[in-house]
């Protein structure tokens, strides 16, 4: 590589933004322009010094990363990379970070290797998609909304759904907002329906004769 890799790092736990850019500025490579505990801070700021590259987490207050990574895209487009790192490691938070255009979406526990690597990967243009994300084209859904949608069809409520898979009623709310949206409906009437339709939950006349 001709120079160094610019990089700006965006994270509100100051412990691990200092391990972070320690790690980084040992790679001879990589050039840490500032840090930023506060996304407002760094969209007010980040033009006066653009970076290469923004390492950014996912989870802030005031504003998540998914909507500073859509609205620093919307401005700088290409000439901008990014890298996510997050706690959540959903298959929806996967795919909407790919759609706003991050190069990588990695766990905030990955090894500093490959969050080097993923910075030296997007400087030559290489978006770094977990495996997960591949199977998911073919798989409609999830493991666990097929479980949440199989109990939607058993005409179970959120509150026992909740229960029977040892998750909060929210995160049931969460998964049944993507099953709506992956499926291209509105109700749960339409989900059970369409997951008929589509094999999800075996065939109707089999699921009647069971009951």
Request: hydrophobic fraction near 40%; proline fraction near 4%; avoid cysteine.
């Given at each position: ?179 709506h949206q992956k499926l291209g409906v509105k ?25």
């Amino acid at each position: 590589m001709q120079s160094r890799i610019s990089v700006i790092l965006l994270d509100d736990h100051p412990l691990v933004l200092d391990g972070l850019k320690r790690r980084l500025e040992q790679d001879p490579d990589i050039e840490v322009l500032r840090t930023f505990g506060d996304p407002l801070e760094l969209l007010a700021e980040i033009d006066n010094n653009p970076p290469d590259v923004l390492v950014m987490d996912i989870a802030m207050p005031r504003m998540n990363g998914f909507e500073l990574g859509k609205t620093l895209k919307e401005k700088h487009g290409h000439s901008l990379k990014i890298i996510a790192l997050s706690g959540y490691m959903y298959d929806e938070f996967y795919k909407k970070a790919y759609e706003i255009g991050v190069h990588a979406y990695l766990s905030k526990q990955s090894p500093y290797p490959q969050i080097i690597n993923a910075i030296k990967q997007s400087m030559l243009g290489h978006a770094l998609v977990a495996e997960k994300m591949w199977r998911a084209e073919s798989e409609p859904l999830t493991r666990m909304e097929r479980e949440v949608l199989r109990r939607v069809a058993e005409e179970k409520t959120n509150k026992e759904i909740a229960a029977e898979l040892f998750i909060s009623q929210r995160t049931v709310e969460y998964h049944l907002t993507s099953i709506h949206q992956k499926l291209g409906v509105k109700s749960r009437i339409g989900a059970v329906a369409k997951g008929y339709e589509k094999g999800l939950l075996g065939s109707f006349w089999e699921s009647s004769e069971e009951r």
